[in-house]
């Protein structure tokens, strides 16, 4: 209850600062919202404790001793990477130093708390949004991380430039898959096989992708990397973006030698997706 009554006073401080009218509503409808799913999905277990920090940022600090730089909106990414903990499900062997890429980072939860739990693994994060990249950078500096390298690329299934088409109510829907009624800014792209070309890891153990409906081409541009390294696989899928994902990147990994489990998570009819072990 006390976590919840800190996020209220937030948001009531964010509201009273941020204009216009229609962003403050949309704020407010999220923010209940997602005090419903708490309610009924147990908020408390991410045993958080949170304080405002500065303008429109606030500070979590999290059970397992790492501390996040991030928005209100962000606290919901929070609640899906500590609460579900989807990999945790899963039995994975990975070794006692492991070399993870994290693709489409957002502001680092996922990585830090891989770095934490594996200190002598590393972790590549990236990241193609400047915002989202600049507090991942602050979320790295402020855990005292030294196995976490970010990088501010996009990946896809070519090199160049691509459209990032931004989402103006949440940070971490950011997608590469074209939305007319958004704004963009084009952020460099390159494929999976040639980032790996250029870091030179000896072995890569788990692949985490949520780049909110890029996953596929993302893989599509990395086959011989899963043939080569044969990770451990989080692919989380967005069809709402792509309504054949699941079925295009479940038969690829079929081929490509995977016994992939897709498991559904829940949410509003509009934005059901699911993740993909393998």
């Known amino acids: 209850m006390r976590t919840r009554f800190i996020t209220f006073k937030v948001t009531m401080f964010y509201l009273a600062t941020k204009s216009p009218l229609r962003s403050k509503l949309r704020v407010i409808i999220w923010f209940l919202y997602r005090l419903f799913l708490r309610l009924i999905l147990d908020f408390k277990r991410m045993k958080a404790r949170i304080k405002h ?64 739990e594996y200190p002598s693994g590393l972790i590549y994060s990236i990241e193609p949004e400047k915002k989202n990249f600049e507090m991942l950078k ?30 103006n109510f949440g940070s971490g829907q950011h997608t590469l898959i074209k939305k007319a009624k958004r704004s963009y800014k084009l952020v460099k792209v390159t494929t999976l096989k040639n980032l790996v070309r250029k870091i030179k890891p000896p072995s890569i153990d788990l692949i985490k992708i949520d780049t909110e409906g890029a996953e596929y081409p993302i893989i599509l541009g990395g086959v011989s990397i899963l043939r080569k390294f044969k990770p451990f696989l989080i692919i989380e899928t967005h069809p709402w973006n792509d309504k054949n994902c699941d079925k295009k990147i479940l038969k690829l990994l079929k081929r490509l030698g995977y016994a992939a489990k897709l498991v559904k998570y829940d949410g509003p009819a509009k934005y059901e997706g699911s993740v993909i072990f393998a």
């Not at 070794?95 to 708390?113: A, F, K």
């Not at 402020?142 to 989402?167: Q, S, T």
Request: proline share 3%.
């Open 53 to 116: 920090v500065e303008d429109q940022i606030i500070e979590s600090k999290m059970k397992d001793g790492a501390v996040f730089l991030n928005t209100i909106e962000q606290l919901s990414n929070l609640y899906e990477i500590y609460c579900k903990e989807r990999d945790e499900k899963i039995k994975w062997k990975l070794p006692i130093n492991p070399i993870i890429v994290d693709v489409g980072s957002h502001i680092g939860i996922y990585s830090i708390r891989k770095a934490i």
């Open 138 to 167: 602050r979320n790295i500096k402020l855990n005292n991380l030294k196995n976490v390298i970010p990088i501010n690329i996009a990946l896809f299934d070519r090199e160049g430039h691509m459209k990032l088409y931004l989402d």
